[in-house]
């Protein structure tokens, strides 16, 4: 496009006033934006004295923890989603044959580096079971690179620390059983097949 | 020239081809979806998911006239003026009623599924099926029972198209699988105490569409997406089946036939299938190693590879009268540099191919795949080279003749067999020799037990790891490249070879491929680009001698 584009609206800078030229009413619009401030209630907390206010758990996007199911054991059926819809690629499973009667496949090993995590809750959205959830527990210190790669111990550890506080999410949004839609249900199929 | 017609393009195919509507539309570049059909095996038009509408078009006047009803794409043959109509409203919804009824009875358990991802179900279902479902459709655990040693039937989510039951009926002639029950109750099990475990048992698992048959080898231990595709040759035996090796982060997960008419069709034998384990085995050599002392304890010293290069050839060349065993596990390629690097050291080094490892017999099934007792991928290749550079073409046996006569003063044998191969009397043999060069995966009776003066061991990488050309028993030369990195600090055997020959650069395979077809005429047909299929060395040769013969 030229500049002599007809299409081209050309517009001048308004010519200062007398307030603006005066520079004195600005000034004080300024001030009073500082002074609003200075009353009004605070948002910043002393942090790690003081815990920030988490608004919805249910949005916030915190540490990761792994769901047991109704018998205590990991929920996660090992279908490898989570680390397929992962951007940071910090998702590393090992899948084997469960142990269970009633359940095909279980995740040996499950470890994700928060380190490397972005914590996009892509995974969350990715799991067909509702096994991975992010909490909203925000501090999330270690002493090593090592001690933050959280392996499947410590993430279902998460959740025992956390059911209390913010139960399983699927259960809290679909307002009942969280199994209701899992994939190894039942163990035995509902048809009539012999 | 027969003309068909599918969906409003007119096609020619061949006058004698026989096609089906399926194979017909495929080369207009219709794509009709099917689950019971396969080529390699006879049709039996059972899961109609092929229908479609045909016609005929009246030669005389042009006229089309339609059949009625919808026809099994795969039980129709096509002839001149055939009309195939893919795309209609009757056929989609016939398409979008089959998946229904199929998913009714469906587990719908993909994510703890080995198959999400390649299973036909799933893409006919996305493609043709409707958003949708009538019935109320819970997912469900499928049921699974072991059909035999290495395959596991998850028997809820089969389709019954019965292509595995085909299979071992038809291919491998053993007919272990069958159909129990009938209609809705119908399921595939094992014939009681006749367990699924033929030499081709690991096909059903490939020709099966969705997830109903596992391979228990693969079962759980990657999910397909992340998997990579490197058109390969299984080095397993003389046949050199066309793959395809399936691998992700340089580990290999699963080897699968690679569709080759002239030599494997759709198959490949479960021993070459699950013959990838010792590419990873922990065993491995790793490092090229150099030993300079007859103690018992004498230690490997690692040398580094640039200082290999040298340090070989001197001390072979310091020791003199060499003689060599070229393995056939090595790519024409590589057999060629090694000749060359050896007459380069001693220009009347003896030649002979190395150790042809045998078992059993030939084994010839039903469908026509042959199993070769020569458990070598290589043979011919490697004996056409050493012809080119000593007519005789000695075998192992003359070489190991030949060290037990005292005529030689060093060695150098090549092996990278995929495990124990030696004996401790063929490796007497080598007793007394003034250096010994040996290059193979593992540690055997050679490198171990033998002591010379000098010893080196260096390491060799298995068939993923390699590239260049195999020459299988039909004299058909394949070309492939490396699918997986060797581990690291490992130089394959070409590299090594490529640059005790002095070359600059990196190993470049075709490069050399080119050099040997331009220099002998046993090779002139690689000269070109290799199709995928390979291409019969004997095929420029049957030409040149039919023209220059004499009348």
């Known amino acids: ?194 | 020239m027969p003309q068909v017609i599918v969906d409003g393009t007119e096609i020619e195919i061949g006058a004698h081809e026989r096609l089906n509507c399926i194979e017909a539309a495929r080369r207009a570049g219709k794509e009709i979806p099917h689950y019971c059909w396969h080529p390699g095996l006879s049709v039996v038009a059972s899961c109609r998911m092929c229908l479609v509408e045909t016609g005929q078009r009246d030669a005389a006047t042009g006229k089309i006239t339609m059949v009625p009803k919808l026809v099994p794409g795969c039980q129709t043959p096509v002839k001149d003026g055939t009309v195939i109509v893919t795309e209609s409203q009757l056929v989609k919804e016939s398409r979008a009623r089959v998946e229904e009824a199929l998913l009714i009875d469906h587990p719908i358990d993909c994510p703890i599924c080995d198959k999400a991802g390649e299973c036909l179900l799933q893409d006919y279902h996305f493609e043709h099926g409707q958003p949708q479902r009538r019935a109320d459709l819970q997912p469900f655990h499928s049921r699974r029972r072991d059909v035999g040693p290495t395959v596991t039937l998850f028997v809820d989510r089969c389709i019954m198209c019965t292509r595995c039951v085909r299979f071992t009926r038809e291919v491998s002639g053993t007919g272990e699988l069958m159909v129990t029950s009938r209609g809705a109750k119908e399921e595939i099990d094992s014939f009681p105490g006749f367990p699924l475990d033929n030499k081709l048992a690991g096909n059903v698992v490939d020709l099966c569409p969705v997830g109903a048959l596992g391979d228990r080898d693969f079962l759980y231990q990657q999910r397909v997406w992340f998997l990579k595709h490197e058109p390969n040759v299984c080095g397993g035996c003389a046949t050199g089946c066309s793959i395809v090796t399936e691998h992700n982060q340089d580990t290999v997960y699963r080897l699968k036939p690679r569709e080759n008419p002239h030599v494997n069709k759709w198959w490949m034998c479960d021993e070459g299938r699950y013959g990838w384990h010792h590419l990873h085995d922990p065993a491995r050599l790793l490092a090229a190693g150099r030993r300079d002392d007859r103690g018992p304890d004498a230690s490997w010293d690692t040398v580094d590879w640039p200082a290999v290069v040298t340090r070989l050839r001197a001390d072979l060349a310091a020791a003199g009268g060499l003689a060599v065993a070229v393995s056939p596990m090595l790519t024409v390629e590589e057999a060629w540099m090694l000749c060359a690097v050896a007459r380069s050291i001693d220009p009347a080094a003896f030649l002979a191919v190395g150790h042809v490892p045998r078992s059993g017999t030939d084994e010839t099934f039903p469908g026509g795949f042959t199993i070769r007792a020569e458990k070598c991928p290589n043979r011919n290749g490697v004996e056409a080279v050493l012809a080119l550079f000593d007519p005789a073409v000695p075998t192992w046996e003359d070489l190991l003749a030949h060290l037990r006569a005292g005529r030689a003063r060093s060695a150098w044998v090549t092996a990278a067999y995929p495990g124990a191969w030696i004996d401790a009397e063929a490796a007497g043999a080598f007793a007394g020799l003034d250096c010994l060069v040996v290059q193979d995966m593992f540690p055997s009776a050679l490198t171990e037990a033998t002591s010379a003066p000098v010893t080196w061991r260096l390491p060799a990488v298995g068939f993923a790891e390699r590239s260049g050309t195999w020459v299988n028993a039909g004299h058909r030369a394949q070309c492939f490249e490396q699918a997986i990195r060797p581990p690291a600090g490992v130089w394959p055997e070409g590299r090594l070879w490529w640059n005790m020959l002095g070359r600059s650069g990196l190993y470049d395979p075709p490069a050399v491929r080119h050099q040997i077809a331009g220099a002998a005429a046993s090779f002139a047909a690689l000269g070109g680009d290799v199709p995928a299929t390979g291409i019969d060395l004997r095929i420029l040769q049957l030409a040149t001698t039919e023209s220059s013969s004499p009348a």
């Open chain 1, 1 to 194: 496009m030229k500049p002599t584009d007809p299409a081209i609206v050309w517009l001048e800078e308004k010519p200062l006033g007398l307030g603006e030229r005066l520079y004195l009413p600005l000034f004080v619009q300024g001030l009073t934006t500082t002074a609003r401030h200075l009353v009004s209630p605070k948002v910043t907390v002393s942090f790690p004295e003081e815990r920030p206010r988490i608004g919805n758990p249910l949005l916030y996007r915190g540490v990761h923890r792994l769901n047991k199911d109704a018998q205590g054991r990991v929920q996660c059926v090992a279908c490898f989603l989570c680390a397929t819809a992962c951007p940071a690629h910090c998702i590393d499973i090992v899948a084997a044959e469960s142990p269970w009667p009633d359940r095909e496949k279980y995740p040996e090993s499950f470890q994700i580096d928060e380190l490397r995590c972005i914590f996009c809750g892509m995974c969350e959205e990715a799991c067909p079971v509702d096994a991975i959830e992010l909490t909203s527990l925000l501090d999330l210190t270690g002493r090593s690179r090592e001690e933050m790669i959280f392996d499947k111990e410590k993430l279902l550890s998460v959740y025992d620390m956390t059911k209390d506080a913010e139960p399983m999410k699927s259960a809290s949004l679909t307002g009942g059983s969280a199994h209701a839609h899992a994939i190894p249900a039942g163990g035995a199929r509902q048809g009539g097949l012999p």
